[in-house]
């Protein structure tokens, strides 16, 4: 697995993992200190799901780690690959043969046209040709037999990369929402303030948080909180461009990556988001029950050349906090903060 974050990022999640570990009693072997870095950077969220669950009933122990691991580490991913490349090998065979089958009957051809000069009449002729037929007709039945193995072969290896894609397209999605996972944010806010850099381009980044969704959480239960997740997911989705990348962070957080826009037009943005989440009403399917709606405090930053990801990130998240503290409900911006009285 590939672990591409700055070197703040790593010493935190590092440090985070091994006093994890400590509490828990888990020996830092490499297998393991990789499984709980894993979980300290939220990369995986089936793994984050079942070892949450697992530290909080106290049930982590190295035989479960050892099984996580082979689970969600080395998983599914490395077995599509190991599929495809067993195809591949096997439909390597199938093309030797098919060579190995050409070349005999090449040479069957060559005796033959050796015979032909030898042959003194029609009478001569007839085992010759009856030969030459016998290895036609052999050769038809080995290609035949042949294609059909390679057909199969196409179809498995078709089916195997279709197999891959999903694999690899879950592996890159918060599995509630269906938009992208905090590994891909990573990802994506790494590759964006390296493009902006390259290009000298403008870049903002939303982070979003539903105001009070613990207390809704805790009064209406997890299944309705989780259908709360969805709506502010879609409607996220519904006011940014294709270009963009919005992601689940944690939680009730959500971030928005905004390719080529400035800070005001990253403001205009976040309050479309702010204004359509607002607009939507929260009812219980089960018993019509209006639960009212439900609000969002967005922060908005827009990157400097030569920041690191990390203060990037930060400037957005502290206006985020400064939309909590001045009311909920809003918009703040990273200058707000900074016009802020200390």
């Keep these: 697995m590939d672990y591409d974050e700055s ?12 006093k994890l570990m400590e509490k828990s009693r888990i020996p830092p072997t490499p297998k393991n200190f990789e499984l709980f870095y894993s979980y300290a950077g939220n990369r995986i969220p089936d793994l984050q799901w079942m070892m949450k669950r697992m530290l909080e009933a106290g049930q982590i ?13 080395d998983g599914a991913l490395k077995e599509e690959q190991r599929k495809v490349s067993d195809t591949l090998e096997q439909a390597a065979k199938h093309i030797e043969s098919v060579n190995e089958g050409a070349a005999k009957y090449g040479q069957a051809l060559e005796d033959f046209s050796g015979r032909l000069g030898t042959v003194a009449g029609q009478k001569d002729l007839a085992p010759t040709l009856e030969f030459i037929f016998a290895e036609t007709r052999a050769m038809a039945a080995v290609n035949r037999e042949l294609e ?26 918060d599995p509630l929402t269906g938009i992208a996972n905090r590994k891909v944010f990573d990802e994506g806010l790494r590759s964006a303030t390296t493009d902006a850099r390259r290009d000298t381009a403008w870049l903002s980044l939303l982070v979003i948080d539903i105001d009070h969704f613990k207390a809704f959480n ?9 259908q709360v997740l969805k709506l ?16 689940r962070f944690g939680g009730e957080e959500f971030c928005v990556i905004l390719p080529g826009v400035r800070l005001a037009d990253g403001v205009k943005i976040a309050e479309s988001i702010r204004r359509r989440v607002a607009s939507r009403k929260i009812t219980n399917r089960r018993t ?9 405090s967005i922060g908005v930053a827009e990157y400097t050349l030569g ?3 990390a203060d990037f990130l930060r400037h957005a998240d502290e206006a985020m906090y400064a939309a909590k503290r001045t009311g909920r409900n809003k918009v703040a911006t990273q200058e707000d903060v900074a016009r802020a009285p200390a």
Excluded: M, W
């Design 7 to 18: 070197l703040d990022t790593a010493v935190e999640r590092a440090r985070s993992a091994l």
């Design 61 to 73: 122990t190295e035989a479960a780690c050892t099984l996580l691991h082979e689970r969600f580490i």
């Design 148 to 173: 059909g193995r390679l057909q199969s072969s196409v179809n498995e290896i078709a089916q195997l990369r279709q197999n891959l894609a999903e694999t690899r397209k879950e592996a890159a999605t």
């Design 288 to 296: 019509g029950e209006v639960l009212g709606n439900i609000t969002l």
């Design 218 to 226: 805790d009064r209406y239960g997890h299944q309705l909180g989780d």
């Design 307 to 309: 920041e690191s990801e």
């Design 232 to 247: 502010v997911a879609k409607c996220v989705t519904e006011c940014i461009r294709k270009e963009d990348l919005a992601a």
